[in-house]
């Protein structure tokens, strides 16, 4: 499970990811990446760890499969959570084909899904 502060919660800190950050799609889901974050007013400093928010929608399927989704893919970000730095936010919104592949698939999905976002454009 993902530590509290390690996750996103609010529809703004999501909206912000998904509008401002960089993407990648992959056959089971589109992550969404942000490096830097703004740093809270009410934290001096900024944040202290990488945060990561999910969407999962009906289109996946219904109550228990979107559950089932979302648990996989919180499983396989938490092992990959110490490649964002710090001041990072990542939204990982699945697609309905995320219902019907094994937890290796969305791993290694993430990874390169990762791998794209975290690679530095070089002009």
Known sequence: MLPAQAR????????????????A???????????????????????????AGFVVGRAVGNSVVRHRVT????????????????????VVRARPEAATVTSAELRRDLTAGLDRVLRVRTP
């Open 8 to 23: 996103l919660r609010r529809r703004p800190e999501f909206t912000a990811v998904v509008r401002s950050g960089r993407r």
């Open 71 to 90: 648990r996989r893919l919180r499983a396989a970000v938490l092992e990959q959570l110490d490649r964002l730095p710090v001041t990072a936010d990542l």
């Open 25 to 51: 799609g992959r056959p089971t889901m589109v992550l969404h990446y942000l490096p830097e974050r703004p740093a809270p007013p009410t934290v001096p400093g900024g944040a202290g760890s990488p945060r």
